[in-house]
Each structure stands twice: as structure tokens, then as C-alpha cells.
């Protein structure tokens, strides 16, 4: 079972009080993946979001180029990051395919428990919220920069 502690530590809970997780833990869904297995899939209608407790995953993005359709590396995430932030403030499809580079095991968000969360205790839910939409934007800004330094 993940901790409070490893919860408080990643950005997506940061500054919540020990009261806080202690009402999200049981929210939280415990999933492993193994080694080459695609978690979700580009195009693909989700509703939750994952924070990885053991392993690393691939972020892929599938591009149309005049050879056909190839899938492009946009990132490599490990322990204490997460993934599908987008999926809960957009309600979307995945816009990336995110495969296990390793034996992964991570914890999972629904929107309905986000839900949860806004109905029990708005404080909570709010920061998460703002958490979610710093964390984007943090990713927004690395992608604009990468963009910026292409020839």
C-alpha cells in the first residue's frame, strides 16, 4: 500500500494535510503493469489519472509523416511521477500512448473519486486541482521550450 508521505512528496499532493491523504488513500487504486505493456493507449476514452510508485514508462505520440504514421518519444517518466492529469480536467481521449519500459506499479485516481473528493472536502479538491493545472503547466512550458530550440 502507497504512503502518505510518498503522496505528500509528489506534486499532484503536495500541501495537502496529513488529514487530507489520510481521506484520499482509500480512493486510490493500487495497479501493476508489466514490462512492454501499453497502460493507455493514444485516442482511447479513460478517466483516471496514475502516479508511479515502482518503474518507468514511455510517453508516445503517434505522428502522420510522409513515410506513414510513426510514434515519437516525448518523454520518460519514473517514481513520484504521474500521468492522465489531462484526461481528468479535459475529458478527452488520451492524446499519448504510455507504455511500461519496466514492471511497473503505480496508484490510480478515477474522475468519480476526484468527484469523491470535491464532495467531501472542496479545500482538499481545490489544491488538487491546482496541483493537476501547475503540473500541465510545467509540461506546457518544457514542450514550448523544446519547440523553441527545433531547428
Not at 30 to 36: C, R
Not at 54 to 74: A, F, M, Q, Y
Not at 83 to 93: S, T, V
Not at 122 to 137: D, G, H, M, V
Request: aromatic fraction near 6%; charged fraction near 20%; include cysteine.
Amino acid at each position: 500500500m502507497v504512503q502518505g508521505t510518498f503522496l505528500q512528496s509528489h506534486a499532484l499532493f503536495g500541501g495537502l494535510s496529513n488529514e487530507a491523504i489520510d481521506g484520499i488513500l482509500p480512493l486510490l487504486a493500487e495497479e501493476s503493469f508489466p514490462a512492454g505493456t501499453n497502460i493507455v493507449n493514444e485516442g482511447e476514452s479513460d478517466d483516471r489519472l496514475y502516479l508511479i510508485c515502482k518503474g518507468s514508462v514511455e510517453v508516445i505520440k503517434s505522428v502522420d509523416t510522409p513515410g506513414g504514421r510513426r510514434d515519437h518519444s516525448l518523454a520518460v517518466l519514473g517514481v513520484g511521477e504521474a500521468f492522465g492529469e489531462m484526461e481528468l480536467i479535459d475529458m478527452q481521449p488520451r492524446s499519448a500512448t504510455v507504455r511500461a519500459l519496466e514492471n511497473v506499479s503505480a496508484v490510480s485516481l478515477s474522475n468519480a473519486n476526484l468527484f469523491e473528493i470535491y464532495e467531501s472536502n472542496l479545500e482538499t479538491f481545490t489544491l488538487i486541482i491546482l496541483n493537476i493545472a501547475r503540473e500541465i503547466s510545467r509540461r506546457l512550458r518544457t514542450m514550448d521550450a523544446l519547440a523553441g530550440s527545433s531547428p
